[in-house]
T-cell receptor, first 112, second 113 residues
């Protein structure tokens, strides 16, 4: 069974630009969550999607948004990038039967 | 709101030493508890989880954790560590029925051969 796949693995963007990150969950998983990992703040929850609907949201500004498609794949978008958005962005998927999150390898975003 | 505290930021042990990493959480309702491990350059992997039942749970690679409800704690233990256990360890909780995980700040474990 393939794991959670995130693309791209690495990104370098300039301040003010926008970026889209992609996540393909484990087959059959309908819940996809996104987390931001930084040395200073640790792992922080961004949002969770289930069956194409945002079910939970963390405390991030509106520049951070996401969506989920009918095949459960999810994208995360960050607009008007700031230097502080540099982080490892992790995607996790879980089945609606068992609360256990499986994580992808992450996308390392560097904003310069 | 939920919060998780991991008191040890960096732990250094020799091989074969015993390990205990502390985790305390704050939440008024029923929670699920997890320990995740992140080996260098790899993704977060689940070590073990507690949902209900026996408060002593066993995970992969010889790890175990004990849920003590009265202390709001879920400490991770291993009787004899190996060099390959060098990694960062994260304690996490979520409320029953909620996928949102709240993580502790992590404990970096370094095992000296």
């Amino acid at each position: 069974k393939a794991g959670v796949t995130q693309t791209p693995r690495y990104l370098i963007k300039t301040r003010g630009q926008q970026v889209t990150l992609s996540c393909s969950p484990i087959s059959g998983h309908r819940s996809v969550s996104w987390y931001q990992q930084t040395p200073g703040q640790g792992l922080q929850f961004l949002f969770e999607y289930f069956s194409e609907t945002q079910r939970n949201k963390g405390n991030f500004p509106g520049r951070f948004s996401g969506r989920q498609f009918s095949n459960s794949r999810s994208e995360m978008n960050v607009s008007t990038l700031e230097l502080g958005d540099s982080a490892l962005y992790l995607c996790a998927s879980s089945s609606d039967l068992v609360t256990e999150a499986f994580f992808g390898q992450g996308t390392r975003l560097t904003v310069v | 709101a939920q919060s998780v505290s991991q008191h040890n930021h960096h732990v250094i042990l020799s091989e074969a030493a015993s390990l205990e990493l502390g985790c305390n959480y704050s939440y008024g309702g029923t929670v699920n508890l997890f320990w995740y491990v992140q080996y260098p350059g790899q993704h977060l992997q689940l070590l073990l989880k507690y949902f209900s039942g026996d408060p002593l749970v066993k995970g992969i690679k010889g790890f175990e954790a004990e849920f003590i409800k009265s202390k709001f704690s879920f400490n991770l233990r291993k009787p004899s560590v190996q060099w390959s256990d060098t990694a960062e360890y994260f304690c996490a909780v979520n409320a029953l029925g909620n996928e949102k995980l709240t993580f502790g700040t992590g404990t970096r474990l370094t095992i000296i051969p």
